[in-house]
């Protein structure tokens, strides 16, 4: 596959299509976010980000790209040569701060620097950064506009009901089936679409493997872009089941670990080759890796660090904004999870800065990172 780039799917507008009153729920689906958002500013008088809103790590390294890429992944940043400086924050999935001891999703939010070109955002079309969100999965269970919006409005619902029901569905994950059976139970509105979901077990945060949430523009092609442990201290801890029960528990073996050595993780990506199977429009879906396998692209290197000084934690949670949208035109997500994504993030980042009274910062060099 890798040696006949004319079996990908080459991007086109056409490769997206708008979904049946998609900015109508896009809209709702923001507005809730919103509501929720000072809901959780009320109980922490602070706020904090609609999902991921915890943080475990925050760390620095360089992506060196592969210097033999092949013509089909020469595309956008990948073009460049590099290497480039980035900033990685770990986190888990839930809009508010839950013990660790919920099963929750991880993310690995990537930012890198020094990136040329116009970016895709007009507010920042002169920004150098190239943001990429994974997630510990290959699918988003509310894959679409709609089915997002329906458990949004759900889970708003659902902020102030007993602590037992909150913790339920934290346990549950708020993107899973369960979650679902705990609101019908409830009362609430039946879903008519079958989710289907991953099990997401306490593991090593640093040992799991990541993928962007949907699919994305990938230059001349459309593909899904991740992360896998590369170093073998890396994949010594792949799938390694962890106590989690201590409230800050993946802090503190994120900051044991990097406290004597580094790490490398590859980062690759997925190319499309069927529509039908490996869908934009439907993030739910699973492309299946025996039709188009990961490609690597380079590996991001990480040295022993202090990876959640004080400074760095405010500098993450308060000042930093990372965002699917903060990329080159090249690598725009797509599909409408993400389109409805745009709207959200824009108006969340927003909000949280201006409530916290922090700047709003778009790096220009990894030293501004704090130690």
């Given at each position: 596959?890798?040696?006949?780039?004319?079996?990908?799917?080459?991007?086109?507008?056409?490769?997206?299509?708008?979904?049946?009153?998609?900015?109508?729920?896009?809209?709702?689906?923001?507005?809730?976010?919103?509501?929720?958002?000072?809901?959780?500013?009320?109980?922490?008088?602070?706020?904090?980000?609609?999902?991921?809103?915890?943080?475990?790590?925050?760390?620095?390294?360089?992506?060196?790209?592969?210097?033999?890429?092949?013509?089909?992944?020469?595309?956008?940043?990948?073009?460049?040569?590099?290497?480039?400086?980035?900033?990685?924050?770990?986190?888990?999935?839930?809009?508010?701060?839950?013990?660790?001891?919920?099963?929750?999703?991880?993310?690995?939010?990537?930012?890198?620097?020094?990136?040329?070109?116009?970016?895709?955002?007009?507010?920042?079309?002169?920004?150098?950064?190239?943001?990429?969100?994974?997630?510990?999965?290959?699918?988003?269970?509310?894959?679409?506009?709609?089915?997002?919006?329906?458990?949004?409005?759900?889970?708003?619902?659902?902020?102030?009901?007993?602590?037992?029901?909150?913790?339920?569905?934290?346990?549950?994950?708020?993107?899973?089936?369960?979650?679902?059976?705990?609101?019908?139970?409830?009362?609430?509105?039946?879903?008519?679409?079958?989710?289907?979901?991953?099990?997401?077990?306490?593991?090593?945060?640093?040992?799991?493997?990541?993928?962007?949430?949907?699919a994305l523009r990938f230059g001349d092609y459309v593909a899904k872009v991740g992360i896998a442990p590369l170093s073998d201290n890396l994949k010594a801890i792949a799938g390694?089941?962890?106590?989690?029960?201590?409230?800050?528990?993946?802090?503190?073996?994120?900051?044991?670990?990097?406290?004597?050595?580094?790490?490398?993780?590859?980062?690759?990506?997925?190319?499309?080759?069927?529509?039908?199977?490996?869908?934009?429009?439907?993030?739910?879906?699973?492309?299946?890796?025996?039709?188009?396998?990961?490609?690597?692209?380079?590996?991001?290197?990480?040295?022993?660090?202090?990876?959640?000084?004080?400074?760095?934690?405010?500098?993450?949670?308060d000042v930093l904004s990372f965002n699917p949208f903060h990329c080159l035109p090249e690598h725009r997500p797509l599909g409408s999870i993400n389109r409805v994504r745009l709207?959200?993030?824009?108006?969340?980042?927003?909000?949280?800065?201006?409530?916290?009274?922090?700047?709003?910062?778009?790096?220009?060099?990894?030293?501004?990172?704090?130690?």
């Open positions: 596959m890798a040696d006949n780039p004319t079996a990908y799917v080459r991007y086109d507008s056409g490769v997206e299509q708008i979904q049946p009153n998609e900015e109508q729920l896009a809209n709702e689906t923001v507005e809730s976010m919103a509501r929720l958002n000072q809901f959780f500013f009320e109980k922490y008088r602070h706020a904090v980000r609609d999902a991921h809103a915890k943080s475990h790590g925050i760390l620095r390294g360089e992506l060196h790209l592969r210097p033999d890429l092949p013509e089909h992944l020469r595309q956008g940043m990948f073009k460049q040569a590099g290497p480039f400086p980035v900033i990685i924050r770990l986190s888990t999935s839930p809009g508010s701060i839950e013990p660790d001891s919920t099963a929750n999703v991880k993310g690995f939010a990537l930012k890198v620097i020094g990136v040329d070109g116009r970016k895709f955002l007009d507010a920042e079309a002169d920004a150098v950064t190239q943001d990429f969100l994974m997630v510990n999965d290959t699918i988003i269970p509310t894959g679409d506009v709609k089915t997002y919006h329906d458990l949004q409005l759900r889970i708003e619902k659902l902020a102030k009901a007993p602590k037992i029901v909150q913790t339920a569905i934290n346990e549950a994950g708020v993107l899973a089936d369960k979650a679902l059976e705990i609101i019908e139970e409830l009362g609430g509105p039946k879903k008519e679409v079958k989710m289907v979901v991953h099990p997401h077990p306490n593991r090593h945060i640093l040992g799991e493997t990541y993928t962007t949430l949907g390694k089941e962890v106590d989690v029960s201590e409230p800050g528990a993946y802090r503190d073996m994120v900051v044991e670990f990097f406290r004597t050595q580094g790490a490398e993780y590859e980062l690759r990506a997925q190319l499309c080759t069927d529509l039908e199977k490996m869908p934009v429009e439907d993030a739910a879906i699973d492309w299946p890796q025996d039709q188009s396998p990961y490609q690597a692209l380079g590996r991001i290197v990480i040295p022993a660090q202090d990876a959640y000084s004080h400074a760095r934690r405010v500098f993450s949670d709207k959200a993030y824009e108006s969340s980042a927003a909000r949280r800065h201006a409530m916290n009274a922090a700047p709003r910062v778009e790096p220009t060099s990894i030293s501004e990172l704090p130690e």
